[in-house]
């Protein structure tokens, strides 16, 4: 049995949520025994799945709310 680590880039939840959305990035972190965050964004993330133990509706939409700003900070490439 192997030990299922996952680390969380701030660029790649970004590209997830757009591309797949939240759901994705739920069902992504839920199968892991230990996540790994870079500093900013991806803490945040794992600082409130912690906080609120990874299964509430309104803590995925407060995630969500996150990765949205952040998203729109970032910008799109024409």
């Not at 970004?14 to 972190?29: Q, S, T």
């Not at 025994?33 to 803490?43: F, R, T, V, W």
């Not at 407060?62 to 799109?76: E, V, Y």
Request: glycine residues 6%.
């Amino acid at each position: 049995m192997g030990f299922h680590k996952r680390w969380l880039m701030n660029e790649s939840l970004i590209d997830m949520y757009r591309d797949k959305g939240i759901n994705a990035i739920a069902e992504w972190v839920d199968g892991a025994d230990a996540l790994m965050a870079e500093n900013g964004l991806a803490s945040d993330v794992v600082d409130l799945l912690y906080e609120e133990q990874f299964n509430s509706v309104e803590t995925w939409n407060k995630i969500s709310k996150l990765i949205s700003n952040a998203s729109i900070k970032k910008g799109f490439k024409e």
